[in-house]
């Protein structure tokens, strides 16, 4: 049989049947390796290079450059920081000659083909190495064109931060681009360094990041916004205050019109004309917010104020409120707003919101601060790194919190649902600012997977997470999106002639598809939306795709699932993937667990999962595993559809949908015996997952190129999964033996 580690390290070895205490290792090692840290701020130049709704950057240098001349050359540079060894696939679209270096060496030159078809599209093959990693692009200027887009495959997944290379804008997030030269300054020494001065290089470097002096001369809202009569604009800071118990503060400074300053949502100080203020204001130990609102003058000739604090005669410096890498700024600035429209100044001070489509900038030359999700870069194999998954919007990771959620639960373990809810939080919250920062720079740096909502990946597991989140927290923040993920999938998303979904994924490898997969994309939140919102026509959805699907993916001589059916040959792949099929199970489960006992299609669907049931039962190892493929011997054996069967067949028997419960019984405790014997280790560590699945007509895919990822987000929460609903097995015989 196949083995990951030595069944002394497992965590059975070391805990014996104790359950609970396996979850509670499950649940805080996962936490442990992905500490609560959410969304990173950088400066952004959004004058600089920008992505469009592939995710692509746009490096088109003839739209910025329409004055180069032929045979004039341009550079982009940028860093990509790595947390450990990446395989990463990236794709190149030229529009002129393109030379392309990764870490020094030259990994691509265009040829005519490349620079002279209308998008053609290359495909690049890169090893990130853990740190640093430099991406430089020589363009020549040519009639054809100038310039390139750049960018990673499946950019919405596989998400790509660029930084500024040089010292003088570390921190910064973008690419660097210099202007049009006449011959190629690097053609025969070294590239820049990274960090280096861009001063050094004997190039102009945009976007410019600098205000001129006669800029620098203006006060800091003309400098910003112009001269606009009659508009106002918020600026935002904190105080420390350090000195225990309560502090007079004196806040002086001048302004050139009307004034009004906030200290922690309070109102201390305002003024209508020009001039100097101050005022004293009691402050305990701790951080406050201060927020100032400033008017333009209808006749002023400038527009702007300063502000300064003291305590005890020692001036007290102000600190920028959130940490924004790429700038040591204390001051953010919103703004401009017409006079009378008068802001909540006790909901100002957040960046989790936009205000009438304005967000917070600095005082840089268009620079706005820009969240950006820079955890686990997901490499071609969907492996994670060695920092946090926290914040990520996935469907792994959604089958991840709703293990955490149920473990938290049987454990009782509030501090487990605080970390799983604030996940979700974490990007609840940041929706709206997510869909404006789209509509500003052509493709979100967070949330992107919700926000370019194109397939059932994209919403359901995460949505369904998000909804059993809500049971506990009621957030309000979740039910907007929630009804979203509900218009996509009863109005918008494609489906056949009779109703079933599939996906249409014109132009890629998935073209006119269905998969079994989307059973648990959509039919769990489906349900859960149902029981939130009343809405009967979600659920009766979920019941008949299930049967819909069944006549496309049903294999009743088997008793199992076709992996996907394809379309474009009018046949299933007839390849039954375990994990495809756990999907399926673990899916109809939960449909099952929603539909009222007098539902049309309940009994029929009861009798579909007995079907299921069987057929899998008749395939399960020696080990108490299944294999990759199902009904191959020859494949290893996986342990992310054998939770999932766990998991299924333990439901199965407590909420009574077997005639003949004893052969599942038995099926589930020995799957979960094989799991914590073969799978898990003594750490909480979990082996025997397979990494995120493309289809294949032939076995040999599925046994030899998807190979196992030790602690896959596509395991790890089955795995919480299948052990809460072991515990609540376990706990139904014995009360059942009690009553006997």
């Not at 701790?286 to 400038?302: L, T």
């Not at 039910?479 to 599939?502: S, V």
């Not at 407590?654 to 589930?668: L, S, T, V």
């Not at 020995?670 to 289809?695: E, F, P």
Request: with cysteine.
């Amino acid at each position: 049989m196949t083995t990951y580690f030595n069944e002394q390290e497992s965590i059975q070895s070391r805990l014996g049947r104790d359950e609970k205490r396996m979850l509670k290792v499950l649940a805080d090692r996962y936490i442990g390796a992905n500490p609560p840290v959410p969304f990173a701020f950088r400066a952004f130049n959004r004058s600089g290079i920008l992505q469009n709704d592939e995710g692509l950057f746009d490096l088109n240098l003839r739209h910025r450059f329409p004055e180069a001349r032929q045979g004039q050359i341009s550079y982009a540079y940028s860093l990509v920081w790595s947390d450990s060894d990446r395989n990463l696939d990236v794709l190149m679209r030229c529009l002129g000659p393109i030379q392309f270096y990764f870490n020094d060496e030259l990994s691509y030159r265009s040829n005519v083909m490349d620079e002279l078809k209308p998008d053609a599209t290359v495909k690049l093959n890169l090893n990130f190495v853990k740190g640093w990693n430099r991406l430089l692009i020589k363009a020549k200027m040519t009639p054809a064109g100038f310039g390139c887009l750049f960018g990673s495959d499946e950019a919405k997944v596989r998400i790509l931060n660029v930084r500024s290379p040089f010292a003088e804008r570390v921190g910064q997030a973008g690419w660097v681009y210099s202007v049009p030269v006449d011959s190629d300054l690097y053609e025969r020494s070294p590239l820049p360094a990274a960090f280096s001065s861009e001063k050094e290089h004997g190039v102009t470097w945009l976007p410019a990041c600098n205000w001129s002096e006669e800029e620098l001369a203006m006060q800091v809202c003309e400098r910003l916004f112009g001269l606009q009569p009659g508009k106002v604009a918020y600026a935002w800071t904190q105080l420390d205050a350090v000195s225990s118990g309560k502090v007079s503060y004196v806040l002086q400074g001048a302004t050139t019109g009307a004034l009004t300053v906030w200290v922690d949502g309070h109102q201390v100080a305002a003024t209508k004309t020009e001039g100097s203020f101050q005022v004293e204001v009691p402050l305990a130990y701790g951080k406050h917010d201060v927020v100032v609102r400033s008017e333009c003058e209808p006749a002023s000739r400038s527009w702007g104020f300063t502000l300064h604090a003291h305590a005890g005669g020692e001036q007290v410096p102000f600190h920028s409120p959130v940490d924004v890498h790429g700038s040591g700024e204390a001051w953010l600035y919103l703004g401009p707003f017409d006079a009378d429209m008068e802001l909540n100044t006790n909901e100002i001070a957040t960046t989790k919101r936009v205000f009438a489509n304005q967000y917070w900038r600095l005082d840089r030359p268009e620079t706005w601060i820009r969240p950006y999700y820079e955890n686990a870069m997901l490499s071609n194999k969907w492996t994670v790194g060695n920092v946090t998954n926290f914040a990520r919007w996935d469907y792994p990771l959604g089958v991840t919190v709703y293990g955490l959620l149920q473990t938290g639960r049987l454990l009782e373990r509030p501090d487990i649902l605080t970390y799983a809810q604030e996940h979700v939080q974490s990007c609840t919250d940041m929706f709206e600012y997510s869909l404006w920062d789209r509509e500003q720079y052509g493709f979100p740096a967070i949330n992107q997977q919700l926000v370019m909502m194109k397939m059932l990946d994209n919403c359901g597991s995460f949505g369904s997470a998000m909804l059993e989140s809500y049971k506990e927290d009621k957030h309000s923040s979740y039910l907007p999106i929630a009804e979203r993920i509900a218009n996509f999938m009863l109005q918008q998303l494609e489906r056949k002639e009779d109703g079933a979904f599939y996906r249409v994924c014109q132009d890629e490898y998935s073209e006119n598809t269905m998969w079994a997969d989307d059973l648990y994309m959509s039919t769990p939140f489906l349900c859960r939306y149902a029981a939130v919102t009343g809405n009967r026509e979600a659920l009766d959805e979920a019941a008949k795709q299930f049967l819909l699907f069944r006549n496309y993916l049903f294999m009743p001589e088997q008793r199992l699932m076709s992996h996907v059916f394809d379309f474009k040959y009018g046949m299933p792949t007839r390849i039954p993937w375990g994990r495809g099929n756990g999907w399926t199970l673990f899916s109809l489960t939960e449909v099952l667990e929603a539909l009222p006992a007098d539902h049309a299609l309940r009994a029929e669907l009861i009798h579909f999962f007995g079907e299921l049931c069987a057929g899998y039962a008749e395939l399960q190892a020696e080990s108490g595993l299944w294999h990759q493929v199902l009904n191959d011997p020859d494949a290893y054996q996986e342990a992310s559809c054998t939770a999932m069967f766990a998991y299924s067949f333990a439901r199965g028997v407590r909420f009574g949908w077997f005639e003949e419960p004893q052969q599942y019984i038995q099926a589930a405790l020995k799957a979960w015996d094989g799991l914590t014997r073969y799978a898990i280790d003594a750490q909480g560590n979990v082996h025997g997952v397979c990494s995120g699945s493309r289809y294949a007509f032939t076995a040999d895919y599925y046994k030899k190129d998807l190979l196992t990822v030790t602690n896959d987000n596509h395991g790890v929460g089955i795995m919480m999964l299948a052990g809460t609903e072991i515990v609540k097995l376990k706990g139904w015989l014995m009360e059942l033996a009690s009553k006997g």
